[in-house]
């Protein structure tokens, strides 16, 4: 008997017969594109740590998002950067706060592009932090009606999805309940479940301003280390009535990602976050690695990994590279 009878290369030999028996392939129907709007008109200010990415204008983010829309890419993720911040973070749900601004004007140009919106207080409070402080500490509770405005009002102004970040207890039950209150049930809510209290945020508190300006965020944000409790967060999302729920950051969590898909079952998001962006983007300038691969070798892992969406950066460099 010839040896060896099984020759795994045998289907690795042409790109044609590599085509044919690949597992997992990422489409532009997978990616979500985050965008940061700004104040001002025909403002496109250059983000430093994640090279081609802008703080953009209503009126240019429209552009980008007309762009965006060419490209196939199904949905958009808005954060807002306001004129003016305060300790209850009242710029979130202002009738004419920068990301209400921001929806209509999408929506009226760019109908058929799905607007999702990132519910916290971060971006919007003095203090930096994802909820109101009393005693130097985030408060549970009186936080969850201001999210709970700030979905509200995304919805109000055209919003057709929110994804409430700040990872507080009972968030996603109190904005379901407000929600169908309204009768605004079609309304689908994406969680960040398991959200990590993690260094890789680091360039997106630059693009957003949204540093704690003291303490951390890990009295509310996950530990690391852990798994378990990422699998509770993601049951009691379910649970309170969340339609697709996240794992944040990607990379660094493929794990978490493989676990929450296998356990239930359910639409997953993961989101490749601007420190994972930046890191790519940073070793490809210096010539180091070749970003294009390595970007779509990372997409795809995430993907393989249990992700049936990935919010990501590289949204529009992989669309034209599928
Ligand atoms: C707001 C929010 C953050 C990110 C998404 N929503 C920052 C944070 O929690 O500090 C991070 C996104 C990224 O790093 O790309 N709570
Ligand atoms: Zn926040």
């Given at each position: 008997?010839?040896f060896p009878?099984?020759?795994?290369r045998?289907?690795?030999?042409?790109?044609?017969?590599?085509?044919m028996?690949?597992?997992?392939?990422?489409?532009?129907?997978?990616l979500i594109?985050?965008?940061?709007?700004?104040p001002?008109?025909g403002v496109?200010?250059?983000?430093?740590a994640?090279?081609?990415?802008?703080?953009?204008?209503?009126?240019?983010?429209v552009?980008?998002?007309?762009?965006?829309a060419?490209?196939g890419?199904p949905a958009?993720?808005l954060?807002g950067?306001?004129?003016?911040?305060?300790?209850?973070?009242?710029g979130?749900y202002?009738?004419?706060?920068i990301?209400?601004?921001?929806i209509?004007?999408?929506?009226?140009?760019v109908?058929?592009?799905?607007?999702i919106?990132d519910v916290?207080?971060?971006?919007?409070?003095d203090?930096?932090h994802?909820?109101?402080?009393?005693?130097?500490d985030?408060?549970?509770?009186p936080?969850l009606?201001l999210?709970?405005k700030?979905?509200?009002?995304?919805?109000?102004?055209?919003?057709?999805m929110?994804?409430?970040s700040?990872?507080m207890?009972?968030r996603?039950?109190?904005?379901?309940?407000?929600?169908?209150?309204?009768?605004?049930?079609?309304?689908?809510?994406m969680?960040?479940s398991?959200?990590?209290?993690?260094a890789?945020y680091?360039p997106?508190?630059e693009?957003?301003?949204?540093?704690?300006?003291?303490g951390?965020r890990?009295?509310?944000q996950?530990?690391p280390p852990?798994?378990?409790?990422?699998l509770?967060?993601?049951e009691?999302?379910?649970?309170e009535?969340?339609?697709i729920?996240?794992?944040?950051?990607?990379?660094?969590?493929?794990?978490?990602?493989?676990?929450v898909?296998s356990?239930?079952e359910?639409?997953?998001a993961?989101?490749?976050?601007?420190?994972?962006?930046a890191m790519?983007?940073a070793?490809g300038?210096?010539?180091?690695?070749?970003?294009?691969?390595?970007?779509?070798?990372?997409?795809?892992?995430?993907?393989?990994a249990?992700?049936d969406?990935?919010?990501?950066?590289?949204?529009k460099?992989?669309a034209?590279?599928?």
């Open positions: 008997m010839p009878i099984h020759r795994p045998r289907l690795r030999s042409n790109d044609t017969l590599r085509r028996v690949r597992e997992t392939r990422l489409s532009v129907d997978d594109y985050p965008m940061f709007i700004c001002g008109e496109r200010e250059p983000i430093g994640m090279p081609g990415v802008n703080q953009l204008s209503v009126d240019q983010g552009e980008e998002c007309r762009e965006v060419g490209l890419i958009v993720i954060f950067i306001p004129e003016s911040k305060d300790a209850a973070g009242t979130a202002a009738d004419d706060g990301v209400q601004q921001a209509r004007a999408i929506k009226q140009n109908p058929d592009l799905m607007v919106t916290c207080l971060c971006e919007y409070t203090h930096g994802c909820g109101v402080i009393k005693d130097d985030v408060q549970n509770d936080t009606q999210l709970v700030t979905s509200l009002s995304h919805v109000h102004a055209g919003a057709d929110v994804a409430p700040d990872m207890d009972g996603i039950g109190a904005i379901r309940t407000a929600l169908d209150e309204e009768n605004l049930t079609h309304i689908p809510i969680a960040y398991a959200k990590y209290a993690s890789y680091g997106f508190r693009a957003a301003g949204s540093t704690p300006q003291f951390d890990r009295s509310y996950m530990d852990n798994t378990n409790e990422a509770r967060e993601v009691m999302d379910l649970e009535g969340a339609d729920v996240m794992v944040k950051p990607a990379l660094a969590y493929l794990d978490i990602i493989q676990r898909k356990t239930f359910v639409p997953l993961a989101y490749n976050v601007s420190g994972e962006y790519i983007k070793a300038q210096m010539g180091w690695i070749d970003e294009d691969r390595v970007m779509m070798e990372s997409l795809v892992a995430i993907k393989r249990g992700a969406l990935i919010l990501t950066y590289f949204a460099d992989a034209k590279l599928i």
